[in-house]
């Protein structure tokens, strides 16, 4: 015989919810990502935002607990962004962008992970939101081998070890000094952020603040379609996420390409990079 039901009887309470902004400037991906981190019973996705600025002001108004922001956007980008929101929210970086000195400063700014598109499943995403609200990071292949390189770096820097290490005890040798760079403070307004220039909405390899400028790129003639899309190949996106970025058919992708090709006198996406980049060989004194 079954025992009916005790009405009276305690049941636990629902998790928590996690409550997530996402920004991203394609309304797509911010779509996706909504209706896969909705679809936890633990997570609830409070606002949306397609810019820096966006994001800042949609932080301090819903006080997430984790902040998903992509890297390329107009108006005020995600690096820009990125040391007034950590603030507020754990911040895990969520982009297409892959090069290493973007993971390098994403990290310095305060990111808590970096995770690449296409390089992790849905349910690592949810695991990743999850533990980066516990403090505890996540990378994806990509960005952990850009940390790794990092530290190689720093490692073969000449810091000497802490004495009785690496020397069998023979030489006293001062500890390591491992200062980060400065990170100005942020401003205390949304009306101050709004007045940051973006350091990489046009450019993906533009720094400034101390960092090298970006090329001349005026003499490759490239309009402005051609411009945004050579800015995704050097990010290392194929022709399809291209396209799906842009709202095109690869059809249309594969005729810029073709065109950009041309002008930037490459025959490879990984020459037209390095020419648009500024990092081929005689790339300062025009295209060869």
Not at 100 to 116: N, P
Request: charged residues 20%.
């Amino acid at each position: 015989m079954t025992t009916p039901p005790n009405p009276f009887e305690y049941a636990p309470p629902p998790p928590a919810s996690l409550r997530v902004v996402v920004v991203d400037d394609n309304p797509v991906v911010r779509a996706g990502l909504t209706a896969l981190l909705t679809g936890r019973e633990d997570i609830m996705v409070v606002a949306e935002a397609a810019d820096g600025r966006e994001a800042y002001e949609a932080a301090r108004a819903h006080r997430p607990d984790v902040i998903l922001l992509d890297v390329r956007m107009p108006g005020v980008d995600g690096i820009s962004a990125l040391p007034h929101l950590v603030g507020i929210a754990p911040v895990v970086m969520l982009t297409y962008s892959r090069e290493s000195e973007i993971v390098q400063e994403a990290l310095r700014r305060g990111a808590g992970g970096y995770l690449v598109h296409g390089e992790f499943t849905a349910d690592q995403l949810v695991s990743a939101v999850r533990d980066i609200k516990e403090g505890r990071p996540h990378f994806t292949a990509t960005a952990a081998g850009a940390l790794l390189s990092q530290l190689r770096q720093r490692a073969g820097s000449g810091h000497p070890l802490p004495e009785g290490l690496g020397a069998g005890g023979a030489t006293h040798r001062q500890p390591p000094q491992f200062g980060l760079p400065h990170i100005p403070p942020p401003p205390t307004s949304a009306e101050n952020l709004s007045h940051l220039q973006p350091d990489m909405a046009q450019s993906s390899s533009g720094w400034t603040s101390g960092r090298p400028a970006a090329p001349d790129r005026s003499r490759f003639q490239l309009s402005a379609r051609e411009a945004e899309i050579m800015d995704l190949i050097a990010s290392g996106m194929n022709n399809q996420q291209i396209a799906a970025t842009c709202f095109i058919s690869e059809k249309t992708v594969k005729n810029h390409i073709n065109r950009i090709f041309a002008k930037l006198h490459s025959t490879s996406r990984s020459e037209a990079a390095a020419k648009w980049l500024g990092t081929a060989p005689g790339s300062g004194r025009g295209v060869g």
